[in-house]
């Protein structure tokens, strides 16, 4: 379906309702879906051989363009460093001032243009042949100067803009970009890329911490490990659960291995039942036997999976002997960012 936009006169523009700006957005936004499903139909090999060179490149990808074009280079370069793909775009009016040094022959050259034609870029060309940096070209024209030196032309052709004056660069900046997003993903595929080491590029973001972030960075810092042994009074364990910040406390054996845990929970209930008798019985008579307990090196959304699924505040972190380690509270994995 081919939509022609018709601009309306001045006198149309007041009269103007809701309905017809609504019919106008969602025009523009179903005319560029018909340019990007035009282009991932006429493409071919030439999208493959491109892939194959940005994943063999040894040094960096350089994105460079001018305009419209530059911002969607600048977001073409973020999304492949992201994915694992050293790239820096490269503001081609500034490179022949002496940014071209940034530049090596190991590395590969993504120019964008819409007409090809744009002096700033295809005065690049000369220079990347000269250093034997291969060149890929994104155009709408495949007669430019840029698409016929280009060692790789792929092409952002469309039949028109979406805007309704048919001049504001937007179906085609779309398929530009929508270009490197592929090339993007065809590289993550070569490479074998996985979740984990998406996340070692987004060390500070949600996927990062959820993929990176272990059980042992994040426990202890409300407070340290509160142990009481079996023989304490429960009168005397309160200041341990009181001072550490937990709600809780480990209960330890003689070998000083875990042996349960008791929590100011489990205080007022025992509190309800037998009253304040009850603070001169030992702790390991009234604590629980079975605490829910994680590895240090488990990941800390696996702690967030199991606290949720069990509705528990804390969990126990021990090691390999099963001496508790540290605690982790659900307020620790909050400010972490993790849950």
């Known amino acids: 379906m081919n939509t022609t936009m018709t601009l309306p006169s001045d006198r149309q523009t007041e009269k103007l309702s809701d309905a017809e700006l609504l019919k106008t957005g969602c025009e523009v936004l179903r005319h560029e879906a018909e340019e990007l499903n035009r282009a991932a139909d006429r493409f071919g090999m030439e999208l493959v051989k491109a892939a194959r060179l940005i994943e063999s490149c040894k040094g960096r990808i350089v994105v460079s363009g001018i305009g419209k074009a530059g911002h969607i280079g600048r977001k073409v370069a973020a999304t492949l ?27 590969v050259a993504l120019l964008i243009s819409n007409s090809g034609k744009t002096a700033e870029v295809v005065s690049l060309l000369p220079f990347f042949r000269r250093i034997g940096a291969p060149v890929i070209a994104i155009s709408g024209d495949a007669q430019s100067p840029l698409a016929q030196g280009a060692d790789i032309y792929l092409s952002s052709a469309i039949e028109r803009e979406a805007d309704p004056l048919n001049l504001a660069p937007t179906s085609s900046t779309t398929l530009q970009l929508a270009i490197g997003d592929a090339l993007g993903a065809m590289v993550t595929m070569l490479r074998g890329l996985k979740k984990e080491d998406f996340a070692l590029f987004h060390p500070g ?17 409300s407070g340290s490990l509160p142990v009481v042994p079996e023989k304490m009074l429960v009168k005397d364990a309160l200041f341990e659960i009181t001072s550490k910040n937990y709600g809780a406390t480990t209960v330890v054996d003689s070998e000083g291995k875990l042996a349960g845990i008791f ?26 036997r079975t605490p829910h307990t994680i590895s240090p090196d488990a990941l800390a959304a696996e702690a967030v999976h199991v606290m949720e ?5 804390v969990l126990i972190v021990v090691g390999s002997d099963r001496r508790p380690i540290g605690m982790v509270h659900i307020h620790e994995l909050l400010q972490n960012g993790v849950a």
Do not use: W, Y
């Open 205 to 221: 973001g949600a996927l990062g911490k959820r993929l990176l972030l272990r059980v042992s960075d994040v426990m202890n810092t």
């Open 309 to 313: 699924k069990l509705q528990i505040s």
């Open 81 to 107: 460093s992201s994915l694992g793909t050293p790239s820096f775009f490269l503001q081609a009016s500034e490179a022949a001032h002496g940014d071209l040094g940034m530049v090596r022959h190991e590395d």
């Open 263 to 288: 929590t100011d929970g489990d205080l007022r209930r025992l509190i309800e039942k037998e009253g304040i008798m009850c603070l001169d019985r030992h702790v390991g008579d009234v604590m629980i």
